[in-house]
């Protein structure tokens, strides 16, 4: 019987490069797939240090030390909830399991209460960065069993991410926290993305910039309040080049895919009545990208305005209202997402640190920004912070920046180049500062169809009219 620290199931890209990024930080590690696949025949041809297979599931729990530490890096869904069952004829009452995929948060709580009452401890932990990030060093986002996390807490600092040396790693809370968390971060990327690509978009359709010219306009706006691993990779992306010398980004379908984490971070803003709408837009922007063959079709049916730029268009200008407007953009998305996980943690009784939250981010994961370290001052002054808005830093940015988002979408809207996040960011900032809003009608259109009653704010108590 061996004495292996920890146990990674699922020998896929992500707990491949997971499995060596422990074993490189001096850990053992035994893995498992269910299936024989490339990475494990590799690894019984040719061992890798400190890193052990097996080929059936009681050797590989037999190989662990107790309390045995088994990491879950397999898809989302059913497959977990089977390779647990397989688990629990061989593994002991505070032995651990740790879900480590995308697995949807209620899912995870209902695991955490199952295997709570067979004294297994369970951890739902978001892991984000990628392959890469998996291997150099990923953000870790932990919910679950306390105690759990306090044992395997070594391991994922040891592994994770580093911002200025400090570990991007911290307890989130008890059950499914961690995955909402996940998941969350997950909608802000979403966002992240739209609002990038929308800036593209009229970079090269509306002024005419070319691919490298656009790439070094990101690597410059990288060097300043931008500075982000998305803004990073895209001034990568966009000057990449095939074997044919042509942009590799030039040919690529414009139809973008998802997972579901988007999907997933809207229905919980729907639940939980929290107003994520730059986040359901991005998620909508990419059903309709999806659907290519209709907007074929439409572009054949449905007409707007040709790219016209009269000689007053003053390009310099319009380029730093678009970088603000970008910035702007971002602050409103990570405003939301933080939000709304605010609105989470009093429904499900997480407590929540927000500050320790922004902390992770910033490092490791995919909206990795520089603007996380004022999100992290900001809510280190104030857990309780009613919204990221309302900080004196976001305020002044949301008071100097709102004018050139104003200034882009009105140039995008008459020259019919679509910006939906843009607006979407727009209209819900307007909204947010509206003191007396159109609701009031939407409230006596109720009344009068289904007597559903309405306040009124002259007097207390709830009214009803006879139409």
Request: charged share 20%; net charge neutral; proline share 2%.
């Amino acid at each position: 019987m061996s004495n292996h620290d920890i146990g990674v199931i699922g020998m896929g890209v992500m707990g491949k490069n997971l499995a060596y990024n422990i074993a490189n930080t001096g850990y053992t590690v035994s893995v498992f797939n269910r299936s024989k696949n490339m990475i494990m025949q590799s690894l019984l041809e040719k061992p890798i240090k400190r890193v052990f297979p097996y080929l059936s599931i009681q050797e590989f729990v037999n190989s662990i030390r107790k309390p045995r530490c088994i990491l879950l890096m397999i898809q989302a869904g059913s497959p977990v909830d089977e390779i647990i069952q397989t688990l629990l004829s061989y593994i002991q009452s505070d032995d651990i399991i740790i879900d480590g995929g995308n697995s949807f948060y209620i899912d995870t709580i209902k695991r955490f209460n199952f295997l709570k009452e067979k004294s297994i401890q369970f951890l739902g932990v978001g892991i984000s960065g990628g392959e890469e990030g998996a291997l150099n060093g990923p953000s870790i986002m932990p919910g679950g069993n306390r105690e759990a996390y306090t044992l395997v807490a070594p391991i994922f600092e040891s592994i994770s991410a580093k911002y200025n040396k400090e570990a991007c790693v911290q307890y989130i809370g008890s059950d499914g926290s961690g995955h909402y968390v996940k998941m969350v971060h997950n909608g802000i990327e979403y966002s992240d993305m739209q609002l990038i690509a929308e800036t593209y978009s009229l970079l090269k359709n509306l002024i005419g910039m070319n691919n490298i010219d656009i790439s070094n306009l990101f690597k410059e706006w990288n060097q300043g309040e931008l500075c982000s691993y998305l803004i990073e990779i895209t001034e990568k992306i966009v000057r990449k080049k095939d074997v044919d010398g042509n942009f590799v980004l030039d040919s690529i379908l414009d139809s973008a895919s998802s997972k579901g984490t988007g999907t997933w971070t809207v229905k919980s803003a729907l639940e939980l009545c929290s107003p994520c709408s730059v986040i359901a837009e991005s998620v909508f922007s990419r059903y309709l990208s999806s659907m290519k063959v209709n907007r074929m079709i439409a572009s054949t049916i449905l007409f707007g305005p040709k790219i016209f730029l009269d000689k007053s268009f003053d390009t310099e200008v319009f380029i730093n209202d678009l970088r603000k407007s970008l910035y702007l953009g971002k602050i409103i998305s990570y405003a939301q997402g933080f939000f709304l996980m605010k609105r989470a943690s009093q429904n499900y009784n997480w407590n929540l640190q927000f500050c320790n939250i922004a902390k992770i981010f910033r490092a490791g994961c995919i909206i990795r920004a520089d603007l996380l370290n004022d999100i992290v001052k900001s809510y280190n002054e104030n857990n309780d912070l009613i919204d990221l808005l309302f900080s004196p830093i976001f305020q002044d940015i949301s008071n100097t920046y709102n004018a050139s988002l104003r200034n882009i979408i009105t140039i995008a809207v008459q020259n019919g180049i679509s910006v939906p996040v843009f607006s979407s960011a727009l209209s819900y900032y307007d909204a947010y500062r509206t003191v007396n809003s159109s609701a009031n009608l939407i409230q006596a259109q109720r009344d009068y169809f289904g007597s559903h009653t309405y306040q009124r704010i002259d007097q207390s108590g709830t009214f009803h009219t006879n139409w």
